[in-house]
């Protein structure tokens, strides 16, 4: 298994950790900072699912008016982690 610690940009959350296995699913997601109610229901709802699926759900999701969200920062680290 691989741990993540990823330091987003652009948004509230200030650290994003997470792991993912050999079979690349997530595991154990958790967001430092940020909404959070939502954050954990992102980290729940995402638990063992693919990775890549993941990101391609929530790339480009925006907050308002900034251009990047929390969500298309994990997107953003997933997409690190696996390439």
Do not use: Y
């Not at 959350?13 to 109610?37: A, P, R, T, W, Y």
Request: aromatic share 4%; proline share 1%.
């Amino acid at each position: 298994m691989n741990h993540v610690t990823f330091t987003p940009k652009g948004v509230c959350s200030m650290q994003i950790d997470f792991d993912i296995d050999d079979e690349k699913k997530l595991h154990n997601v958790s967001f430092i900072g940020g909404c959070n109610g939502n954050l954990k229901a992102i980290g729940k709802l995402v638990e063992g699912k693919d990775a890549a699926e993941i990101a391609d759900i929530l790339r480009g999701n925006q907050c308002g008016m900034r251009e990047t969200s929390c969500a298309d920062q994990f997107a953003q680290a997933i997409d690190g982690a696996v390439l």
